[in-house]
T-cell receptor
Framework: DVKVTQSSRYLVKRTGEKVFLECVQD?????MFWYRQDPGLGLRLIYF???????EKGDIPEGYSVSREKKERFSLILESASTNQTSMYLC????????????FGPGTRLTVL | AQSVSQHNHHVILSEAASLELGCNYS??????LFWYVQYPGQHLQLLLK??????LVKGIKGFEAEFIKSKFSFNLRKPSVQWSDTAEYFC?????????????FGTGTKLQVIP
């Protein structure tokens, strides 16, 4: 059974803290994605990576950075968390083939106080 | 820029009613279109997908969607909904640009099915 796992289901942090969200996939996928999901806004792409050490900005990269040191792992970093980054964060992976179905992790609900 | 629009934000239906959720995309060229579903407390999962060929695609749990190129639409349908279909549904489009995938999701439609 293919899997995308995320390090935490729930996380509470304080404003200004550095936050790391980890995502691991076991499907040997080249592509990995970070989204945030907010009510009424759907999924918005923060960053994606199509290979190890490669990254591309999505639609809302401000305030975030990412790291992809290994193929199976894609980390999202909030350098200095702010209250407007309170959200559900979803990680996904896909194959670079012509049939790009995405597989999602369970999500991390981050609250920044 | 590409976009995917879902016009119904919240739909309430009684069991056995028919369902149609709208999805429109804004870009031309080759498109890959998807519907994902998120049941309460669960992660997003694929419902169905269209790449090419027969414009009527069938997915899991009795769902289907029809790709109508002239209308830039990919509406999701089910003839008779069940209480267990209560979930949030997302339409997504993928196109290939610069050698990698460009993914866009719609804002989602919350479906509530009343027993």
């Amino acid at each position: 059974d293919v899997k995308v796992t995320q390090s935490s289901r729930y996380l509470v942090k304080r404003t200004g803290e550095k936050v790391f969200l980890e995502c691991v996939q076991d499907m040997d996928h080249e592509n990995m994605f970070w989204y945030r999901q907010d009510p009424g806004l759907g999924l918005r792409l923060i960053y994606f990576s199509y290979d190890v050490k490669m990254k591309e900005k999505g639609d809302i990269p401000e305030g975030y950075s990412v790291s992809r040191e290994k193929k199976e792992r894609f980390s999202l970093i909030l350098e200095s968390a702010s209250t407007n980054q309170t959200s559900m964060y979803l990680c996904a992976s896909s194959s670079p083939s012509s049939r790009p179905e995405q597989f999602f992790g369970p999500g991390t609900r981050l609250t920044v106080l | 820029a590409q976009s995917v629009s879902q016009h119904n934000h919240h739909v309430i239906l009684s069991e056995a009613a028919s369902l149609e959720l709208g999805c429109n995309y804004s870009y031309g060229g080759t498109v890959n279109l998807f519907w994902y579903v998120q049941y309460p407390g669960q992660h997003l999962q694929l419902l169905l997908k269209y790449f090419s060929g027969d414009p009527l695609v069938k997915g899991i749990k009795g769902f289907e969607a029809e790709f109508i190129k002239s209308k830039f639409s990919f509406n999701l349908r089910k003839p008779s909904v069940q209480w267990s279909d209560t979930a949030e549904y997302f339409c997504a489009g993928v196109r290939f640009s610069g050698g990698y995938q460009k993914v866009t999701f719609g804002t989602g439609t919350k479906l509530q099915v009343i027993p």
